[in-house]
Each structure stands twice: as C-alpha cells, then as structure tokens.
C-alpha cells in the first residue's frame, strides 16, 4: 500500500464514518482488496459495500422491532404440534403467516382453553410480522389494562395510546383470566375501538364469545368490542387438554423400573 492509498483510505474511513455508515467503514478495505483481486471496477467495489450496509442495517431494525415487540419468549410456529391440535386450522394459519391479513387491516381471534398453544400461536405470528418490517407489541390483557389505568392518572395516556396507533400489530393476550375494573374495561375498549380498521389486533381468550362480560363487565361494551373485532377476522380455535396438565400428569406416573 503506497502513502498514497494510506491517505485514501483513512479519509474514506473518516467520511464514511462522518455519513454514519458503520459498516461501510469496517469493510471498505476488505472488499478493495477483493475487487482488486478479482479485477472488479470502481463500481462493483460501491455496490458491495451499500449491499452490506444495507444488510447490517435490515438485520439491526430487525433485533430492534423484536425487541420492542416485548413477546415473553421466543416462539416459532414450526415448534407448534398440529398433530396435537387438530382443532387448529393449519393451512389458514399458513396463510395468515405471510402477513397479508395485516395490509388488510384483519384481526386474529384465537379461542380455547389454557394451555393449548394459542399464546405460541400469537408470538409466532407476531415475530414473523417483526421480520416483515412490521411494528408489533405484545400485551398480556391484565399488563395493558394497569398501564392505561396508570398513564390515566400520570396524564399521559394520550402518549400511550398515540404509541399504540403507531403499530401495525397489537397482541392482546390473555384476556379473561381477571375480570377488569369498569375504568380498566373502557381504557381497554377505548383500545380496541381505535384500532378498528387502522391496525390489527390478535386476541387470544379462554371464554366464548357470551362470557365476555366477564371480562368487560357490561353487555353494551362486550358488544361493541365483538362487534368490532370481530368484523374483519379470522377464528382460530384450539381444543383439547392443555398442554401443562398433560406434562404434569407424565411427570407424575410412576416409572418401573426392573424387576429384582
């Protein structure tokens, strides 16, 4: 390397740097010294370079929107068993997994007992919108309702909620574990209602559909919250006996062992 190339080379790594090009600067001398090699003109060399920025940049918006999504655990949808849930309508969910639904505003409704893997089936769907480009948030029902209960008497839910609209996905899951407040339920509808046909929501609930004033305490509200989430959805429903009770009853059996 000549003086001549010393010099280059540090003001390209100080400019590249100064455009706020990371990976750029890193690389830049590996892939000269391969275009050289393989006789690669000026513009070959520019083109590899913007491409690994580009990659390093998509991959670093990747970890950042899984991040900020907040699922408990990473879940992915080829670790579900269909074979163990046949109730859930496997080619509709590998529809749903390219993420169209969500150009279309649609939401999602899984319905069943505890423990049959519709709190997986949401995290599944929620990473791959992550790794569509998509802004998610996952909430357990209880956690949002306490977090719209507190920025309500902090005087910022108008924050809150102008975060939330910012989404193109909005996992509620949980929901009818614990019967919320009458404030709680109409922060929580007031969510659902201003969703409707600008994100979409997936709820994951262990009630049909007629106990949800459990939940919501009040038949208008109930109403109004199904009418709108369920106007522009898709069902997904698992049966069956959850899947922590039937590990607990393998672990509980006796093992015998041989005879002596």
């Known amino acids: 390397m000549t003086p001549t190339d010393t010099k280059s080379t540090v003001l390209l790594k100080h400019h590249l740097k100064a455009l706020k090009l990371p990976t750029m600067t890193a690389e830049c001398e590996k892939i000269a010294q391969r275009c050289a090699a393989d006789n690669a003109d000026h513009l070959a060399f520019l083109l590899q370079l913007c491409e690994l920025e580009l990659l390093e940049r998509e991959r670093k918006a990747a970890e950042r929107r899984l991040k900020g999504a907040r699922f408990p655990a990473t879940k992915l949808l080829d670790e579900f068993d269909f074979t163990a849930r046949p109730s859930v309508n496997k080619p509709l969910v590998l529809e749903l997994l390219k993420g169209e639904y969500l150009d279309r505003r ?17 995290t599944a769907f929620g990473m791959s919108a992550c790794s569509q480009g998509r802004k998610v948030r996952f909430f357990r029902v209880t956690e949002l309702i306490t977090q719209l209960l507190e920025a309500k008497e902090e005087r910022h839910l108008l924050r809150l ?59 208008r509200l109930t109403g109004a919250a199904l009418d709108r989430l369920t106007h522009r959805c898709h069902l997904l429903e698992a049966k069956g006996e959850s899947y922590r009770l039937q590990d607990a009853k393998r672990r509980r059996r006796p093992h015998h062992g041989p005879a002596s």
């Open 161 to 219: 909620r102008q975060q939330l609209g910012k989404l193109d996905l909005l996992i509620l899951d949980e929901l009818g574990y614990v019967p919320a407040s009458k404030a709680g339920a109409e922060l929580l509808f007031d969510v659902i209602a201003t969703a409707y046909e600008r994100n979409s929501l997936i709820v994951t609930t262990n009630l049909p559909f007629e106990n949800w004033t459990e939940v919501l305490g009040s038949e």
């Open 106 to 122: 649609e939401n999602l409704l899984l319905v069943g007992p505890s423990g049959t893997g519709k709190t997986h089936l949401a």
